[in-house]
C-alpha cells in the first residue's frame, strides 16, 4: 500500500469531467454498473484493485496516470518506471539509434515530457543553427529551442502558423491531462509565438515548417511515432518525431547538407 484510500473518487470523477464522459458511458465501457460507479466517486464504496485499472484504462489515462490513480486507491503502481539507461531498455535504446541513424539525411528526434531531447540525428543540426549556446546546454527542450526568439525561432518563415499549431497541440494535450507545468510551458511558449491570421499557407494534411537555412529554405513536415503498447512509463512518454521534405527542393538540400557532414 502506498496511500491512503481517501481520494480515488474526487480523482476518478476529476478525469471524468475532463474526458467529458458521464458516469453512465464510463461504467459501461468499464464493465460495471453506474450505481457502483457513483458509489466510488461519493466515497461510499471502495474500489477494488481490478475495477481501478478498469477505470483509469476506460478514460485512456497514461500509464503515469494510471500509476496515480491507484496510489490514491490505496495499491502500489502496476507500471514499472525505468531509466533510459538501465538494461531493461537496452533492446529499445538500440531500436531507436537504428530507427534515427534510418531517418538520415533528414532529421529525427526522440522527445520525452515537456519537450525535453532525449535523442538525435545528425541532420538535426539543421535546427540548432545559429542557436544560443544556453538553449543547446543538457538538457535541452526542443520546444523552447524551436520556438525561443534566440533559438530557431528567427529563421521560421512562417513561426505564427507553425507555432500556433504547436500551441494548440499542447493545449489540447493539456485540457485532456490537466498538468500546471505543462500549463505553464504553454504559457511561456505561447509568448514566443507571434500573433498572425489563419493563412492559406498549409498542406491540407500538415502545416509545413518553413525554415531559413545557410542553404536556402527547407519545408518540412513532421510524422510523430508513440509506443502504444508499452507498459513502461517511460517508454510510453517518449515521442519519435521524423521530419519528411515536403517538397523535392528541400530533399536535395538536406542530402547535400549530410555529404557535406560527411566529408
Sequence with gaps: MTTTRNG?????????????????ELASLAGTTQRHL???ESGRSQPGRAIVIRLAESLGLSLRERNDLLAAAGFAPVFIESGLDEAALRPVRTALEQILHGHLPYPALVIGPYGRLVAVNDAVEVFTEGASPELLAPPVNLLRLILHPDGMAPRVRNLGEWGRHIIENLRARARRSPDPRLDALVDELAGYVPQVPVGPDHLGFAVPLRLASADGELRLITTLTSFATATDVTLAELHLEAFLPADQPTAELLRIRAERRAR
Design 8 to 24: 480515488v473518487g474526487s480523482e476518478l470523477a476529476r478525469w471524468r469531467r475532463s474526458r467529458r464522459i458521464s458516469q453512465l
Design 38 to 40: 457513483s458509489f466510488i
